[in-house]
């Protein structure tokens, strides 16, 4: 049935492919690049649709897909996998199998979906946790946090760091034989936001007394002040994030209110007053040249101070890691950060590499050149790519490693 449904889907794509717009040159397999692409505006298309004529909400349609790759918790011969739920939130636990011999790492793994989509039951995410258990010998707990628009920031967040500060007890991690000094967070997009939001958290909690060796940053999203980065004006239509998805995940992160996504499109959101939270994510001084490239530093058109003061989760550093001060990311965890050329969200990354280092924190930034947006969930049919499993194996690797 899911098969079926999902074959319609790629149909509506080949329809979609009319609206194809060309993909740069490295961009490799673009057969099922445009299929990838297809799908994902295909789905846009009857969003907007089904919103326009008020039949559902946007974010209801482009949760069709992950009602589609929906997996029940099936254990397999190497990993045990349950879904159970760490302080009341929702988590799908991967155990392996194998007996232990010594105490184990653990991944605390954040998906993606801009705060609005996916789940950890998807057949992606549901893979990646069986590899990463299975390859790192590691318990992975993979978080089913609520999600927009039915539920708001700090909601996301609160539901991760609930579940980070339950299983980060001494008890806990004694009870599913875990090592406290080999735990990672780790997570995609929204996921890596939330991941790194977390890492900035647990410095400073003093409740928490097990802290996180490293945090792995999967193309993060990691502000919501600079909406015309060289990144969001370069790819602002490359597959499979828009910019004006990402404008809209933003907006319903925050609240319902529509005019902020409108004011956020024209990067009109941030007042005067709030000046001084540019610096920390002043691409002219954060970004190297190549990126750069004609793209001229203006100093941002200010909009009202209406926004800022009704919504001030804009401006703070759990919804926007990159806004924290110098200060908060001293001592902050190894992190490994993934970013990718053709991403509205690469220079994200690349500056919060860059104020990470400048902090003291280490960093290794693993910079995908030929890469989309979304990349590591296209390693199984129908959707499979060779980048997928270069930069999985990569991730894995790191997480092997250093871990
Ligand atoms: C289980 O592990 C073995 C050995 O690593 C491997 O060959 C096999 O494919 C694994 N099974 C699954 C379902 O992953
Ligand atoms: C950003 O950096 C440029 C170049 O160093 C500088 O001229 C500008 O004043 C900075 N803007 C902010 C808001 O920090």
Redesign the pocket.
Known sequence: MASKSLLFLLLSALVAYYFYTPLPDNVDEKLTVMLVHGTFRALGYMGYMAELFGIKHYMEVMMLLTHLEHTEPVSDENVSVTDTSFSNVPVRLFIPKAAVTEQRRAVIYIHGGGWCLGSSAMKPYDLLGRYTALQLDAVVVSIDYRLAPAFHFPTQFDDVYAVTKYFLDKDILQKYSVDPSRVAVAGDSAGGNLAAAIAQQLLNDPEVKVKLKIQALIYPVLQDIDMNTPSYQDNGDMPVLSKSLMVRFWSEYITIDRTLGEAMWHNKHIPAEA?HV??FV?W??LLPDNLKKQHV?L??EFGSSGFVNKYPAILDAKASPLLAEDEKLKGLPTAYIITCMYDVLRDDGFMYAARLRKAGVQVEHAHYNNAFHGILLFNTWPFELKVAHDMYNNYIRWLNDNL
């Open positions: 000046e540019l610096r002043n002219s001084t530093y100093k941002s």
